[in-house]
């Protein structure tokens, strides 16, 4: 139930991104080899277990990991929701604006 809002925003911001950075099919396809690193960063904050892993968190993915490794409670889960949605849309809000700019 909490994964998702973050899992339904996950589409859209790759597809920003590609829109806004590629210029052609060949920059798309490599874009988007260079975005599936984006989903590599949980794998990364799993080995690290002080509080230096959440300066991942300007990562969309890494909140989505977050609540899979949850030990604590419902509060918990629901406040990692709230602070991965706001990521989120931060980063669709950015890409938007990237697009829209190219546009013009």
Known sequence: MYLLPMAALEA???ALFLV???SNK???LALSKGASLMVVVPAVAWFI?????YAFGIFPAF????IFRGDGGQWQSLL???GGVGVHL?????MLQKFLRRQD
């Open 80 to 82: 990692l929701m709230l």
């Open 90 to 94: 931060l980063a669709v809000y950015g």
């Open 12 to 14: 859209p911001l790759i």
């Open 63 to 66: 909140w989505i990991y977050e």
């Open 49 to 53: 277990s002080s509080p230096i892993k």
């Open 20 to 22: 806004a950075f590629a």
């Open 26 to 28: 060949v920059e798309g």
